[in-house]
């Protein structure tokens, strides 16, 4: 693999890199995205797919990207968090979970946007989730701040909106 060009389109940008020279052959697809492009959105924490912080979209499906290398997203399409809009209605889902009785979705905001791209990912395969499929699509993420109400009832909003105006 190492001199061929691989191509990849990253939150709409196109990128054509090299492995051995732009990255190593043997770097993950977070070490890539992180280190050497710079979307801090891709948060490391277990860096062995304990945890979902890492989670991206590949091709509008989510995956754990510290448990892949870089070199096999070739030809794919990558979302990160800096690829959605600030008005994304998931993410203000988020940001504006406030209701009585279930906190906020955020505290230090470090797990959300696994969270928020996990949340995209089950929502396009599965607009109408019950709770306890929320529960069952979002169980690879780890909330250390442990919001895990407040996200799940934020999701169950964003859901039920976003089904409202498809009506
Ligand atoms: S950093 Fe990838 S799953 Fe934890
Ligand atoms: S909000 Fe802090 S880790 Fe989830």
Do not use: W
């Amino acid at each position: 693999m190492s001199g061929q060009r691989i191509n990849m389109r990253i939150n709409g940008r196109d990128y054509t890199l090299i492995p051995g020279k732009d990255f190593e052959v043997t770097e993950t697809l977070s070490e890539l995205l992180r280190e050497r492009l710079g979307f801090t959105g891709v948060r490391l924490s277990c860096k062995q797919g304990a945890c979902g912080a890492c989670t991206v979209l590949l091709n509008g499906r989510s995956v754990l990207s510290c448990m892949m290398l870089a070199v096999e997203a070739d030809g794919c399409e990558i979302t990160t968090i800096e690829g959605l809009p600030a008005d994304d209605p998931v993410i203000l889902a988020f940001a504006n979970e406030t209701d009585p009785g279930y906190g906020t979705a955020m505290q230090c905001g470090f797990c959300t946007p696994g969270f928020v791209l996990e949340t995209k990912s089950l929502l396009s395969e599965n607009p109408h989730p019950t709770r306890e499929e929320i529960r069952d699509g979002l169980s690879g993420h780890v909330c250390r701040c442990g919001v895990y109400q407040g996200i799940e009832h934020a999701v169950e909003k964003v859901a039920q909106a976003i089904s409202e105006e498809g009506k």
